[in-house]
C-alpha cells in the first residue's frame, strides 16, 4: 500500500446566500492514491464544486485539512507553496474563460512550461510540439488564437497545458460536460491514455454517473454539503446506498429506452 | 394522420456566412407526434427549429417553402407555437415577475385582463408542478434555480395553448436529475393537451426515450428520418451510427479496470 496521495479531512466551507446561511462542504473527507481515478458525482448545489475549488485552494476552507503530497497543504505559503501547486492542476468546463483570450495555443502551452521551469528554454518549443501532438492536436494549430479553435480542441489544449508541467494530480470539473459526444469520447480515451503513461492521477468531477463510472476506479457521491457513500465504482453502482445514486442511476439516458420517471 | 407542418427544400444562409447553414432539408411534422431533431454542435438542428418557428435573424436568406395544412393560415409566433430556449436565465425578462411573464402571452393571445392573466399564471406555474405557485408568480426570475427557471419558461411557452412546442436543448444546462424531471413534464404536457413536440438536442438516448420519431442532422443536412426504434436499433446513415457508437451509460464498458 503505497501513501495517499491526497487526503482531505472534514472541510467545512459555507456561503450566505439571500440571507440563509447554506452549508456547500459540511464536514468532507476523501483520499485520492497516486495514479487512480476517483469520480466525484451529485446534482447541482451538491458542493463539489466548491470542494474542487478548495482543494485547489482558490476559496480557503472554514475548517478541515488537505494532506497533499505529505505537505499540509493549506499551510504552504510562499515558494514552497508555488513548487508545490505545480503537482495539481485543474481542467474546468469551459476552457475559454480558463484562458486569457488574446493568448494562442502555443503560448498558452509554453507559458506553463516557463512559469514552472519544467524544461530548458533551449528545448521548450520542442516541448510545445509534442504536447500538442500528444493531445491529438495538428502542429498548424500552435500559432492561432485560443478563441478561433474549436471546444473540443479548447479543452485539449487544455489538457496539454495542464500535463505539460507533469502534475501528480489533475482536478477535472465537467471537464467534458460541454463537448459533444463524439469528442467527449475521443477525450476521456485521451485522459485514460495520459494516466497509463504518466501515472497521474484525477478527481474528475461530474454530474453524469455514466461518464464517471466509465473512467473511475472508485466514485465517491456527493449531496449537500457531505459524501453520502464512496467505494469501487462497479461495487458502488450495483448496490446503492443512498437516495441520490438510485435517482442518479435512474437519471442515466438509455438508448431507445424508456424515459426514466 | 394530419401533417401539421411540411418543409421542403429549405436552404438557409446566414448573413455573410461562406455556406448555409442549412441545405435543401424536406421534413414533414405529422400532428400530435414527438419529432426529436439530433445532431452534433453545427449540425443546423437550430437554425432548423428557429426556421420553423419563423424566428431567423433579419438578412437571413431563406429558400424552399414551409406550409403549415394543419394550421388555418400562417402560424403566430407565441400564440401557434411555443419556444423554449436553452438558457432559460436569458430568455426570461429579469426585470418582471414571473406571474407577469407567464401571463403575458393568456393576456396577448387568450384576451384575458390583468387579474384573470395572474390567476391563469398561476395555474400554468402549478401545471409545470412548481411549488408554492402563487409565491412564485411574485418572485423575479433570479430567486430561482435553473430547473425551476426552465419550467416557468414551459409555463410561458403553453400560456397561449400553441399546436405546437418546440425545446431547443432545452435540457443541457441542466444536471441529469433535473434533466429527467424535465423531459418527464414536457412529455406529460404534450401528450395531455395533443400538442406537436419538437425536441432538439445533442443527446441521442435521451430523445430516444420520449421521440416517436428521429431526425438526425449533419453539416445543415438531414442524414436520416424515421420511427425511433429504427434508427437507434438499425442506423443507416453513419452520422447516426457515430452516435450510437458514441453512447455512453451504465452498461458501457468501463474505460479503466478497478483499483486492485
Given amino acids: 500500500m503505497t501513501a495517499p496521495l491526497l487526503v482531505a479531512r472534514d472541510l467545512r466551507c459555507s456561503f450566505t446566500s439571500g440571507g440563509r446561511h447554506v452549508a456547500a462542504l459540511d464536514g468532507v473527507s476523501l483520499t485520492i492514491a497516486p495514479g487512480e481515478t476517483l469520480g466525484l458525482v451529485g446534482g447541482s448545489g451538491c458542493g463539489k464544486s466548491t470542494l474542487a475549488r478548495v482543494l485547489t485552494r482558490l476559496i480557503a476552507p472554514e475548517g478541515g485539512s488537505v494532506t497533499f503530497m505529505s505537505d499540509d497543504w493549506l499551510a504552504l505559503g510562499g515558494n514552497r507553496l508555488r513548487a508545490a501547486r505545480r503537482h495539481m492542476q485543474m481542467v474546468f468546463q469551459d476552457p475559454l474563460a480558463a484562458f486569457n483570450p488574446r493568448a494562442t495555443v502555443g503560448g498558452v502551452i509554453a507559458d506553463a512550461l516557463r512559469i514552472h521551469a519544467v524544461v530548458p528554454g533551449a528545448v521548450r518549443s520542442k516541448e510545445v510540439a509534442r504536447l500538442i501532438d500528444r493531445v491529438g492536436l495538428p502542429s498548424a494549430l500552435l500559432g492561432r488564437s485560443i478563441r478561433d479553435i474549436s471546444g473540443g480542441q479548447r479543452q485539449r489544449v487544455a489538457i496539454a497545458r495542464a500535463i505539460a508541467v507533469r502534475p501528480r494530480l489533475i482536478i477535472l470539473d465537467e471537464a467534458v460536460s460541454a463537448l459533444d459526444v463524439s469528442v467527449r469520447g475521443r477525450i476521456l480515451d485521451l485522459l485514460v491514455g495520459l494516466q497509463r503513461e504518466t501515472g497521474v492521477a484525477y478527481l474528475f468531477i461530474s454530474h453524469d454517473l455514466a461518464v464517471v463510472r466509465a473512467v473511475s476506479q472508485r466514485i465517491a457521491v456527493m449531496a449537500a454539503g457531505r459524501i453520502v457513500e464512496e467505494g469501487p465504482a462497479a461495487g458502488v453502482i450495483a448496490a446503492p446506498s443512498s437516495s441520490v445514486l438510485v435517482d442518479l442511476i435512474g437519471a442515466v439516458p438509455r438508448l431507445n429506452g424508456i424515459p426514466p420517471s | ?260
Fill in chain 2, 1 to 260: 394522420m394530419t401533417t401539421l407542418a411540411a418543409i421542403d427544400g429549405l436552404t438557409v444562409t446566414y448573413r455573410r456566412a461562406p455556406a448555409p447553414a442549412l441545405s435543401g432539408l424536406s421534413l414533414d411534422i405529422e400532428a400530435g407526434e414527438i419529432l426529436a431533431i439530433i445532431g452534433e454542435s453545427g449540425s443546423g438542428k437550430s437554425t432548423l427549429a428557429r426556421a420553423i418557428a419563423g424566428l431567423l435573424p433579419e438578412k437571413t436568406t431563406i429558400a424552399g417553402r414551409l406550409t403549415w395544412p394543419g394550421l388555418d393560415g400562417a402560424p403566430r409566433a407565441g400564440r401557434d407555437i411555443g419556444y423554449v430556449f436553452q438558457d432559460p436565465g436569458s430568455s426570461l425578462n429579469p426585470v418582471l415577475t414571473i406571474g407577469e411573464q407567464v401571463g403575458e402571452g393568456a393576456r396577448r393571445h387568450l384576451g384575458l385582463d390583468r387579474r384573470a392573466a395572474v390567476a391563469e399564471a398561476v395555474r400554468l406555474l402549478a401545471r409545470v408542478h412548481l411549488p408554492e405557485p402563487q409565491r412564485i408568480a411574485r418572485a423575479y426570475p433570479h430567486q430561482l434555480s435553473g430547473g425551476q427557471r426552465q419550467r416557468v419558461a414551459i409555463a410561458a411557452a403553453i400560456a397561449a395553448r400553441p399546436r405546437l412546442l418546440i425545446a431547443d436543448e432545452v435540457t443541457s444546462a441542466l444536471d441529469v436529475l433535473v434533466q429527467a424531471a424535465i423531459v418527464d413534464l414536457l412529455v406529460e404536457l404534450v401528450r395531455a393537451d395533443g400538442m406537436t413536440l419538437v425536441f432538439v438536442t445533442h443527446d441521442l438516448a435521451l430523445a430516444s426515450g420520449i421521440a416517436d420519431r428521429v431526425a438526425v442532422m449533419a453539416e445543415g443536412r438531414l442524414v436520416e428520418l424515421g420511427p425511433t426504434a429504427e434508427v437507434v436499433g438499425a442506423p443507416r446513415a453513419v452520422e447516426t451510427a457515430a452516435l450510437v457508437a458514441a453512447h455512453i451509460d451504465l452498461s458501457s464498458p468501463p474505460l479503466v479496470g478497478e483499483a486492485s
